[in-house]
């Protein structure tokens, strides 16, 4: 045998470089809006803290508490319900950022924040694209991802797939599940709004139809900081309001353009990197997955391309070791 | 009490005058260990406040009503640790009250007179209600002159001046919009003076007890907040102390009055309780001396916001507070949290990529081995033919 890596390579490269140049302007885009699209919208300056989202959400989903130190301190069990992050039994999870002497809420330096993670509900999302099985599925009028139960093959790309690392896994369970929140479809349909929505007390997160939210946001981020404005409680267009002054935004609304666009939208007075939302480009991961694996595949184009240089390859340094005897 | 019970049995000692009046060593001193504790001193203090309860010259004091209910002196009235006769009797001279004094008319006047005259600048002037500015302050008289021109006159003459209750520390009620009568607190009427604010409706009867009893044991004024309460007692929100605040945090709130939640002792937050913007010791202090839960959020009402401008007689009942908090929880997730009980963290990610990392550059190494060592190979079989 007498392959030497240079040859290999040469080979390689010139595969790949046909198979890339020659079909990327067939690149898959990245997906729109869904046309009824239903969203969140999350206002981190009218946040409290208070986790009542938290309680709204394990309600309208029966999840169960998790057993905290909190609980292991005392030596009680299943009275207080503190996860330390996301995970198989928590789809909404209160995080505080904190810096310096944390003296005052929505302030970079010196201050603190709180922020709301849970699924983005992104128009194109990742976990549903690296889902071998179908089981993640993007609902095709409003938009939100749900979860199969049935479908699911238990393979956990779609953890390794998420940005936004939301889908947890029942690891503990014989019979384990995917859990990330499915914006409380069920209660959607008989007309309700989210547990987290619900339950928020400020009108820190807000459900609505998400040309709506992005409008309130909008609006709010042209508002002037001090000024008073009544935020809506609960939905965007509910009659309950609740005035208070306005604090000065970050001029930006994050979900709007992150990895193609999400349903789960945000506003924060401190930078959305602080809060562990990640810097996002403007196209989804999935479109360009796809379209590399589906250029590189297409018509198993690449596929015989490389291996008839291999072939070749192959072939000559059989030859010349044979010449060489 | 028996005479037993006014001789300490360990030393056989008495207090005079003391005891004559019911109160033992033993309570008295269990009385200074009391307000150490609520002026946040050490206990050791007790000593201090004791000798100085004991031999200092009781300090005169003047008891002003303007603007008000009386709430103020009704609930010092109910105090039991001292009760109202061992104050008046044995901590303070109070030369001047008109809830309390026993003469009236031109007489008690006169008595006003006589001791602001003689104690000049050495009583301590308590004033209870606002004062009205409007219409040359008719709205208020006592024997003749105006609540502002009695304030104007007796004000600058005292030692210290304590405003008792919400109405004297910045208005209170009445100062409510439209405010008819122009009412305004002390502290906007003396401006030279320095004036101990005691808000409350009505004031804890031992936040004043540990005021006087501070300023008369360390002859100086208590650390002030810039609301000029003393931080002993205004030092820290009602929700910090809360004792429903494990609900705050859980996110567990009453939806209205008589509901599950309500009847389970959950957070009112959501029925407009000001806790968490009204700096007051209300959930420790407690009212009435009948033991726990005596307090308006104990017995199931938000808190109103009564000590503080701004929240209590101005924004509604029922609105929602704005939560201030002097740092965040502690008990909450941080941002990227290492621990977690199951599925991907950022640093999981981080370890989980290095390591792959690690093992591509490991297998490029190997690579790169096995090539080098197939060249040496081949130009040995090749020396080895030639």
Redesign the interface.
Known sequence: MNLQRRDFFKVLSAGVITATTSRSAQARPTFKQPPDAVGLLYDATLCIGCKACEVGCKTRNEKPNVHSEIEEYFGVSGVWDDSRDLDSATMNKIKVYKNGTAAVKDREIDGFSFVKRACMHCFDPDCQSACPTSALIKDPVKGYVTYDKDACCGCRYCQVACQYLIPKFEYHKALPELVKCEMCNHILEEGGITGCAEWCPTGATIYGKLDDLMAEARKRLELKPGDRYSFSVHTVDSDEKKSRPVEKYIDHIYGEKEGGGAQYIMLSAVPFQKLGLPEMPETSGASKSETLQHTLYKGLIGPIILLGGMVVATYRSTKKHQTDE | MSKKGSIDVMTGQRLTGLEQKGVSRRDFLKFCTAMAATMGMPLSMADLIAETVGSAKRPPVIWLHFQECTGCTESLLRATHPSIEHLILDLISLDYSETLNAAAGHQVEEVLHNSVKENEGKFILVCEGSVPTNDGGIYCKIGGSTALDIIKDIGPKAAAVVAIGSCASWGGVQSAAPNPTGAKGINQILTDTTIINLPGCPASPYNLLSTILYYLTLKKLPELDAMGRPKFAYGRLVHENCERR?H??????AEEFGDDGHRQGW?L??LGCKG?ETYANCPIQLYGDVGSNAWPVGTGHPCFGCTEKGVGFTKPIHQ?A??F?????A???????E????????GG?AIAGAAAGAAVTAGIKV?KSL?EQETKD?QTSEKEKS
């Open positions: 494990p705050f945090d859980a996110g567990r709130f957070c937050y959501k968490p929602q704005t939560v908090t002097v740092t965040p929880p008990t909450y997730p941080d941002i990227v949290e621990k977690t009980t199951g599925g991907w963290t950022i990610a690579a090539s081949n």
